[in-house]
């Protein structure tokens, strides 16, 4: 366990000596000592493995947050809501009146849940790609990679009429070969610059301070369509923005088209 924790820390280490805090500097943050050491150690190299090629130029058009100095954050959602989520989740940005990003995958929009996404988008949220089976796409040739791109952005289009131009890889994971297919059918990756740890801490005290505590100019926050976001989400959002942070939908924060 310590072993674990002691190159966690020097991974955490690394990046910050490598990417100082900075508005213009890709990084991604959020930590706990809550996180099973395993997690701890596999977030740790993977932000590494994922961020280096990002900053250096090596990975074309792929994001990670916004830049500049204006107090701007955006919320988006991974994985695709039950219907019993989707109503809560809705119900609390409506009131906050707050616009986010669902990414979503093809294959679990059903009978059960398309009336669910339909309403959200017709609300003003986002539906964008998040693959089609929620696959590790660094596993699969190129030609499985473009299935996945283009069978999730087809079936986003069929129920909400947009075809969506954003997209975020299952788990975070891409190599060259992923990058190289977004790119070609014109869409932007898209990663986060705050994780909530919403997918795995079940304190939702934690989960607001992993936020709260590392919240920058332009962040991308990550949270999922899961009890714990629902309890948070009030919370963070009164947080920000009695710190100053405004909650923008994510294409604004980006300047970018989210649609085709």
Same mark, same amino acid.
């Given at each position: 366990m310590s072993i674990l924790k002691n190159i966690f820390l020097f991974s955490l280490l690394y990046q910050k000596l490598l990417f100082p805090q900075s508005s213009n500097i890709n990084d991604i943050r959020g930590n706990s000592w809550?996180?099973?050491?395993?997690?701890?150690?596999?977030?740790?190299?993977?932000? %590494?493995?994922?961020?280096?090629? $990002?900053?250096?130029?090596?990975?074309?058009? $792929?994001?990670?947050?916004?830049?500049?100095? %204006?107090?701007? $954050?955006?919320?988006?959602?991974?994985?695709?809501?039950?219907?019993?989520?989707?109503?809560?989740?809705?119900?609390?940005?409506?009131?906050?009146?707050?616009?986010?990003?669902?990414f979503v995958n093809g294959a679990t929009i059903n009978s059960e849940n398309i009336d669910a996404i339909r309403y959200t988008s017709q609300e003003g949220h986002l539906i964008l790609s998040h693959s089609f089976d929620h696959v590790n796409l660094k596993e699969l040739n190129t030609n499985d990679v473009d299935t996945q791109l283009v069978s999730n952005a087809e079936r986003i289009e069929e129920v909400t009429g947009h075809y969506p131009k954003l997209f975020r890889p299952p788990y975070g994971l891409s190599n060259r070969n992923v990058v190289d297919s977004v790119n070609e059918h014109g869409m932007t990756m898209i990663l986060w610059s705050i994780d909530s740890l919403d997918w795995t801490l079940k304190d939702a005290n934690t989960i607001v301070q992993v936020v709260i505590g590392n919240v920058h100019n332009g962040d991308i926050i990550l949270m999922h369509c899961n009890q714990m976001t629902i309890d948070t989400l009030p919370i963070i959002i009164e947080k920000l923005r009695q710190r100053g942070y405004m909650i923008v939908r994510l294409d604004e924060l980006l300047g970018i088209k989210a649609y085709r």
């Open positions: 809550f996180v099973d050491a395993n997690n701890m150690l596999f977030l740790g190299q993977w932000r %590494t493995n994922q961020i280096v090629p $990002v900053s250096m130029g090596i990975y074309i058009n $792929v994001i990670a947050n916004s830049y500049g100095n %204006t107090k701007n $954050v955006a919320l988006t959602f991974d994985d695709t809501p039950n219907p019993e989520n989707a109503r809560k989740l809705l119900k609390i940005l409506k009131k906050y009146d707050v616009q986010g990003a669902f």
